[in-house]
């Protein structure tokens, strides 16, 4: 389905375009891209972007349900969402159940897959020339990223999400093993859940089967 909606291209990612409709709302294309190793490896995958955008809403709406405030306002049906403009954390905010990824190399001592004894919040800086750091909560404050209390708001949410998300896997026989959440501000200042919830962004598992972008990431073509 084509939507009307036009923008001016202000951004283009890895795995999106952003543009600029107005003061308030952005479009995000995602692209029929996979990529893997901040952008190292980069394959064309037809219906992808699709796909990726019908997660995210689907994803997000659900949230929506649960009282999460997001960003998302409206989908073309295929590679585009209408979504509002916010002013961006630059910080990743990962969340985990199992022992998986970047937790492996930092912390051999764990045996993969193993389950937490309660979920992990952890935070990293978006760069893709220092390769996504893990950073502290003081590194935050004190590079005046967030203040303590917006962080805290921020861990909040990012277990009340996992919750949400984690019970519905569960009801449908998948297992989540990590995400990656984006946040930002709006005009009035609230924390707003932004970016994308799809296969590139979560890990999730059925009978121990990868259903996410870990296959390509092992090397396995798009
Ligand atoms: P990475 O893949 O490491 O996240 P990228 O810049 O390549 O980096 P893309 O997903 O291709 O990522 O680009 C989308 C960009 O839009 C990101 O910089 C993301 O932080 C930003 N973004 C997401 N949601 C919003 C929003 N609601 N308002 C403004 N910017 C947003
Ligand atoms: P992580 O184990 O930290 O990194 P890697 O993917 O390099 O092994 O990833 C944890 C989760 O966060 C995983 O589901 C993928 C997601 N993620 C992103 O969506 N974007 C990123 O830039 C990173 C580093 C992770």
């Known amino acids: 389905m084509a939507s009307n909606w036009v923008g001016e291209l202000i951004y283009e990612g890895k795995a999106k375009r952003v543009y600029r409709v107005n003061d308030e709302l952005l479009i995000m294309e995602f692209k029929d891209e996979v990529t893997a190793f901040d952008g190292a490896r980069k394959e064309r995958a037809p219906g992808k972007g699709r796909l990726a955008a019908a997660q995210t809403v689907f994803l997000m709406r659900l949230l929506s349900k649960y009282g999460i405030r997001n960003h998302l306002v409206d989908w073309d049906g295929d590679r585009k969402i209408l979504v509002r403009g916010l002013r ?25 897959m193993t389950r937490f004894s309660k979920p992990l919040v952890e935070f990293h800086l978006k ?14 404050i004190e590079a005046g990223l967030t203040r303590q209390e917006q962080l805290n708001e921020i861990m909040g949410i990012a277990l009340r999400i996992n919750e949400i ?5 569960v009801s449908r026989g998948l297992t989540l093993v ?39 990431r092992r090397g396995a073509s798009a």
């Open 88 to 112: 961006m954390i630059p910080i990743e905010v990962i969340v985990r159940n199992y022992a998986y990824g970047s937790f492996l190399k930092r912390m051999p001592l764990v045996k993969p």
């Open 165 to 169: 998300l984690s019970n519905y896997m």
């Open 178 to 216: 990590d995400f990656k959440l984006e946040f930002g501000f709006d005009k009035s200042g609230n924390l707003v859940l932004a970016d994308e919830m799809s296969g590139d962004t979560m890990r999730i598992l059925i009978n121990g089967r990868h259903l996410d972008k870990e296959l390509f």
């Open 127 to 140: 760069s893709d020339e220092l390769h996504d750091p893990l950073i502290t909560t003081d590194d935050i």
